[in-house]
Structures are given as C-alpha cells and as structure tokens.
C-alpha cells in the first residue's frame, strides 16, 4: 500500500451470517414452484390484486427464454384464460384491464425471437384468443395483444398463415385501432402492418 494514512483491513465473518445467508436461500422457492405457486393464483384467486401480483412475478421469469419454455411446456392455459378476465363482463374494471394486459404481455414475451414458445401458442390455441382480446380495444390490452401477433406474423410461419386465414377479422381490428386508437397503439399497429 503507498498510503501511509490507509490501512488494510480483514473482515472477519461470524459464521453465524453464513448460516443465516444459507438459511436464506433455501427458504426461497424454486423456479418450478414460483411458477406453480402463480398460476394456482391466477387459477384460483379470486383477490384481483393477488392475480396482478402473480402475472407480474410470470413475467419477470420468462424474460428467460428457458423459463418461458418451461411454462408454455407446463401449459398456457392459466395465461389464456387471464387474457380474458372479465372480458364483456359488467364486473370489468382497470384491475381486469391490467390482468388481461399482464397475460398477453406474458404471451407476447413467450414467443418473441422463440420457436418453441410460438409452437405451444399454436398448439394450445392461443391465436383465436388474441383475436377476441384484440376486439375489446382497450389499449393497454390491445397493446401487448399486438406484440403477439407482430412476432407470430414476422417469426412464424404457421402463426402467419393463422392471421392471413383470418386477415379480415384482422384488418377490421387494425382499421378500427387505426382509427380511434392512442398514438402508442397506432404506431404499434402500424409495425404489425409492416
């Protein structure tokens, strides 16, 4: 050390703390069971706050493309239904709105730049969904239910032979959101155009 005014120092650890660190990290639950643990949530919950909190959590996990897998391998069943939580319903409200918007978000990141994941959203049904989310035009909703159609159309094959089958449904939608949607929608709208 050149400074005569510096002196080194050791820390010394209690090995207490690493027994409470140790303690710690076990108690944390799995990957596996964080996404068990959500989707009974959205499932069976009927607290709106707990359902958001749980999407919200999903969301978070498959930013990793190995989780996303993960969970479209488990099943999107849970994700779908939210995609339609109070959907028409007169019990709607912004917690429902946000529910749906959460879903779709997670479905969108699902199948961004992923095979696997646009695979289990054809084989599970999820296209016919996203339709009918996308004819409510809540834009919050309508803006991530469009991600899922941008990279199903652009990355897929089979996912842009579902919308070219059903390019009128969807030119009715994009005509609709181009009409009366926020500019944020438009413009999104406008890359699922391209």
Request: glycine share 4%; charged share 30%; net charge negative.
């Amino acid at each position: 050390n050149d400074s005569p005014n510096v002196k080194e120092t050791q820390l010394t650890r209690d090995p207490a703390d690493y027994e409470w660190l140790r303690k710690v990290i076990d108690s944390m639950p799995s990957v596996e069971k964080q996404i068990e643990q959500c989707l009974d949530i959205i499932h069976n919950d009927s607290d709106e706050d707990n359902k958001i909190d749980a999407l919200q959590v999903l969301q978070d996990l498959v930013e990793d493309i190995d989780i996303a897998n993960d969970l479209a391998k488990k099943g999107l069943g849970e994700i779908a239904q939210a995609m339609t939580y109070n959907l028409g319903n007169d019990k709607d409200n912004d917690k429902g709105e946000r529910i749906r918007s959460l879903a779709c978000w997670i479905m969108s990141t699902i199948c961004q730049n992923n095979p696997n994941g646009q695979k289990a959203i054809i084989e599970q049904g999820i296209l016919p969904i996203v339709l009918v989310v996308l004819k409510d035009n809540k834009e919050k909703v309508t803006h991530k239910a469009l991600g899922i159609v941008s990279a199903m159309t652009r990355d897929n094959e089979n996912g842009a032979k579902y919308f070219d089958e059903n390019k009128d449904t969807i030119i009715d939608i994009l005509h609709e959101i181009l009409k009366n949607g926020s500019d944020n929608v438009i413009t999104k709208a406008c890359v699922v155009l391209r």
